[in-house]
């Protein structure tokens, strides 16, 4: 289990007049993330979000103050040297990366991609890794027929899902994805966190999806944080968080999810 114990973190401006300004983005947050189940952390734009997620494979900028616990099983993430964190950041937690659907790199195919983490991270040759892709791909919910083409030449869709793949080549039994349906259609959107629910149900992945659309998080999540001006103003079941708001913030939430239970099934 993941569990970050009052996290707090404040970055550290070094560009232009801001020069010793300073902002503190997550403030003494406490959550976890359990395998086999689906967290989701919503809230505003700017709420900290992808900064909770970025801080728990240490990601962070240098320079960033970060306080607290994040504990992989007991031991904590932010004592570790870089050597240990890499040996956990693909194999152990992976990463799907806000924008991750837009940063492949454009002249070389999906399936190549994968192939090089693979062969980066577990020593697969070229021919293993190959082998993996179809059942890789199809863990995402993607043809593997898809891994032989370039990234231009899949639908948004298609490279989100590619994304997911990639990060879960090392089959890692933690994946934390930062905005895996922005800028897809409803369809598309419901499809990916349905490829989330299961790869939580029948893998045992523990997956924290981070997401600024509310209704869409609660939809999905078996447990439900909700943060605001970097703290965490919610916790729980999503329907007990629409049935008692702790918070003013989160009757726009209450709201939304009313009208999703109205909707026919
Ligand atoms: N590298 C950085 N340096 C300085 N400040 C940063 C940095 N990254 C984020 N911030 C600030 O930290 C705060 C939280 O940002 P964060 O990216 O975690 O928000 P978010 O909830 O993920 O927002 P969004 O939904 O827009 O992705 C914001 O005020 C942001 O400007
Ligand atoms: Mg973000």
Known sequence: MIEI?????????????????????????????????????????????????????????????????????????????????NRIRWRRIALVPQGAMNSFTPVITVGRHVEEVLSVHLGLSKKEAAERIPSLFALAGLDGALASRYPHELSGGQKQRAAIALALACEPGYLLCDEPTTALDVITQQGIITTLKRLSDEKGVGILLVSHDLPLAASAASKLYIMKDGALVEEGDPRTIAAHPRNPHTKALVNALLELEEEPS
């Open 5 to 85: 114990r009052n996290l707090s973190v404040t970055y550290s401006r070094i560009t232009g007049k801001d020069r010793n300004a300073a902002a503190d983005a997550v403030k003494d947050v406490s959550l976890a993330i359990e395998k086999g189940r689906l967290f989701a952390l919503a809230g505003e734009s700017g709420s900290g979000k992808s900064t909770v997620l970025m801080a728990i494979p240490g990601l962070l900028p240098r320079g960033t103050k970060i306080s607290g616990q994040i504990l992989l099983d007991g031991k904590d993430l932010l004592s570790m040297t870089e050597d240990e964190l």
